[in-house]
């Protein structure tokens, strides 16, 4: 295809004269990098602001650029599934998984364009100062040590923060908190310490023993600062991502209060969020036992996914779209407007306010955690299923209403 042609499917999409047909054809185009750099190349040297799409008067402090260039992308590709659909917001999941059609990705994240031409797509709306912007987490997380006293890892400098007896406790360059044994030693006076992430925190950390550990936002994990005796014990509120070193003589146990979960060397993903409904526990590798107070058992296969309200359900799941979340991805699978805020609450370290009925509103697809969250609710409320108000922290989640788009 020649440049002029590619140029104008831009333009044709701008002025909104493209069929379905071409819409396809540009997004079959905007996959292969030759384009995607024609594309660039095109914002560079600034040929495309007066031919195919003009920046946002109304949304302050936007950033040109990349941004811009991913938003092309973005809107084309989901204007043409909403088109192809009768079917307001992302469902069916299905047909989106099949298509690997997501309506937002982690190359693709981005916000609204074209405000002064299309108003019906930005209703989301700031009482405070415009483009107000909530950011998104980071690795924030608090270490209690076993005397009590309490290290903020992400004020400390890099380097060795703490020793236990025989332990050294050490912050590293890429974010991890590592534990290490001193050589030499042949008994270790055993301490437990605690990491605990706030809402908007994450962080990562090397047990003793050498298992990895994803701890998500508004978690925390309990653990010895050695590992003795005939097992590896730890307790978990929230939800984190193990990838548990293999020890067959001494198994690794993780508790919370509605289960355990015991493995030799394999791994896993727990949710057990108060606020969810039951614990999660997905199996990615190897096998577990998940265990209840009442003695009743479950052993997981690859993929499986056991859910414990008060009896242990097991079903099969997407293992690896679990978790997305350690990959820096939000995943939503059919999921909730309920669950997804949940999720958001504790990423973003928001409040969240329901007016009005959105029990039936439901989303599929992928977004990434690092995007702003204004970000990602202008990409939502494109579907004219759902509004969003933001007061300061606050969200206020709302049914679409044409009337109320300004």
Same mark, same amino acid.
């Given at each position: 295809?020649t440049?002029?042609r590619?140029?104008?499917?831009l ?13 396809q054809?540009l997004?079959?185009?905007?996959h292969?990098?030759?384009y995607r ?10 040929l ?10 109304d ?33 069916p ?5 099949a298509?690997?059609?997501v309506?937002i990705?982690?190359?693709f994240?981005?916000?609204?364009l074209?405000?002064?031409y299309?108003?019906?797509?930005l209703p989301?709306?700031f009482?405070g ?14 270490l209690?040590l076993?005397d009590?006293?309490?290290?903020? =890892?992400? #004020? ?5 923060i703490a020793?236990? *007896? ?5 912050k590293?360059?890429d /974010? +991890? ?6 050589q030499?030693?042949?008994h270790?006076k055993?301490?437990?310490?605690t990491i605990?992430?706030p ?6 950390i090397? =047990?003793? #023993?050498g298992?990895?550990v994803w701890?998500?936002?508004? *978690?925390?994990l ?6 003795t /005796? +005939?097992e590896r ?6 939800e ?14 993780v508790?919370t209060?509605q289960?355990?979960?015991e ?13 969810e ?5 997905t199996l990615?590798?190897g096998?577990v036992?998940v ?7 479950a052993i997981?296969?690859p ?15 997407d293992a690896?779209?679990?978790i997305?979340?350690?990959?820096g991805?939000?995943?939503?699978n ?9 999720q958001f609450?504790?990423w ?14 439901r ?8 995007k702003?969250?204004?970000?990602v609710?202008?990409i939502?409320?494109?579907t ?12 206020i989640?709302m ?8």
């Amino acid at each position: 295809m020649t440049p002029e042609r590619f140029k104008s499917l831009l333009a044709g999409y701008h002025s909104g004269t493209l069929t379905v047909a071409e819409k396809q054809q540009l997004i079959a185009l905007l996959h292969d990098s030759q384009y995607r750099d024609q594309l660039e190349s095109l914002f560079t040297e600034d040929l495309s602001t007066d031919d195919v799409l003009h920046a946002a008067d109304d949304v302050s402090q936007v950033t040109a650029g990349k941004e811009e260039l991913d938003m092309v992308y973005e809107r084309i590709k989901l204007q043409t599934e909403e088109e192809e659909s009768e079917v307001i917001g992302f469902r069916p999941y299905a047909r989106w998984a099949a298509a690997a059609m997501v309506f937002i990705s982690l190359a693709f994240g981005a916000y609204y364009l074209n405000s002064k031409y299309n108003k019906s797509v930005l209703p989301l709306e700031f009482a405070g100062q415009k483009g107000e912007y909530i950011k998104p987490g980071g690795n924030k997380a608090v270490l209690t040590l076993s005397d009590g006293s309490h290290i903020t =890892l992400d #004020d400390v400098a890099n380097g060795e923060i703490a020793k236990e *007896s025989g332990v050294q406790i050490t912050k590293t360059a890429d /974010g +991890r908190l590592l534990y290490t044994l001193r050589q030499g030693l042949s008994h270790v006076k055993v301490g437990y310490n605690t990491i605990a992430t706030p809402k908007g925190g994450q962080y990562r950390i090397a =047990l003793p #023993d050498g298992t990895m550990v994803w701890l998500n936002a508004a *978690s925390s994990l309990k653990y010895p600062s050695a590992f003795t /005796g +005939r097992e590896r014990k730890v307790e978990l509120t929230g939800e984190a991502y193990f990838e548990v070193a293999k020890n067959k003589q001494m198994p690794f146990r993780v508790k919370t209060q509605q289960q355990e979960v015991e493995v030799l060397g394999t791994h896993f993903n727990i949710n057990a969020y108060d606020d969810e409904h039951g614990v999660r526990t997905t199996l990615i590798e190897g096998s577990v036992k998940v265990t209840l107070p009442s003695s009743k058992s479950a052993i997981l296969k690859p993929g499986d996914q056991s859910e414990v309200v008060t009896d242990i359900k097991v079903s099969q799941v997407d293992a690896s779209a679990v978790i997305d979340w350690k990959q820096g991805l939000f995943w939503f699978n059919d999921e909730s407007i309920y669950s997804i805020m949940r999720q958001f609450s504790r990423w973003y370290n928001i409040e969240v306010e329901y007016r009005g009925d959105v029990s039936n509103i439901r989303f599929g697809g992928q977004v990434s955690r690092m995007k702003n969250l204004s970000q990602v609710l202008r990409i939502m409320e494109l579907t004219k299923s759902i509004q969003f108000k933001v007061e300061g922290n606050k969200i206020i989640v709302m049914p679409y209403h044409e009337q109320n788009i300004k």
